[in-house]
């Protein structure tokens, strides 16, 4: 069984482990049932995860999944420059608008604005778009498992602590056995959606988690294309 571990440089108090960037077989490179991985997330001591498939809620208008696990709606939107998560939003966002433009929708539905793989100029990541708009109360994904390189992570942690923002952390799994290898501790006294969502807004998350080695990038590519 793989199991999670945490930098005990965080452990200054308890925390639940949630993965905020989730694909399953809705999003059109993805093949994972969703009934495989709220199994497979249980199994590795998640306490919860979003859903977070590209331009798509259908996981969240089709849920039939019975779980004690905290499931968190959200949606990857593809921007006209690079990729945002709506969390918290349970309703199909618009693709191929600008950042801007996508990030005051997600606002308008009470979701929180996660950037996923910020500097990961491979992954469609916004880079440097990201100064064109108000990023004062965004969230920086600051560990993503899916980066071919730690570098693209610590960019964006560097980013996220210059600049005071929020952090989450989040696998990108489009393979179930992926999904945790990234992850975001939030305090220990979330209960729901609304919890997490706050925890996130009032930046008392931190991203943890390590990268797929290449060998297994490579793996993926085939398994979830081909």
Not at 14 to 21: A, I, R
Not at 190 to 202: F, G, I, N, P, Q
Request: net charge neutral.
């Amino acid at each position: 069984m793989k199991k999670l571990v945490i930098n005990p440089k965080r452990l200054d108090k308890e925390y639940k482990l949630f993965d905020l960037h989730v694909h399953s077989f809705y999003s059109y490179d993805c093949k994972s049932n969703p009934k495989d991985i709220i199994k497979h997330a249980e199994k590795i001591g998640l306490n919860g995860l979003a859903i977070t498939d590209h331009n798509t809620v259908s996981f969240h208008k089709n849920k039939d999944v019975e779980t004690n696990l905290l499931i968190i709606p959200g949606i990857e939107i593809s921007t006209s420059n690079g990729h945002l998560i709506g969390l918290g939003v349970s309703e199909t966002i618009e693709k191929n608008k600008s950042v801007a433009e996508t990030i005051e929708i997600i606002r308008d539905y009470g979701g929180e604005i996660i950037v996923p793989h910020l500097f990961d100029f491979l992954r469609k990541g916004i880079g440097r778009k990201i100064a064109k708009v108000n990023f004062s109360d965004l969230a920086i994904e600051t560990v993503n498992a899916s980066c071919l390189t730690k570098l693209f992570n610590d960019k964006a942690r560097n980013f996220a602590e210059k600049n005071s923002l929020a952090q989450t952390g989040g696998s990108d799994s489009h393979r179930v056995k992926d999904l945790g290898l990234a992850y975001t501790l939030i305090p220990k006294d979330v209960e729901t959606v609304d919890d997490v969502l706050e925890s996130v807004r009032k930046k008392e998350t931190l991203g943890e988690g390590t990268i797929l080695s290449i060998y297994e990038k490579v793996i993926r590519s085939f398994q979830i294309h081909f």
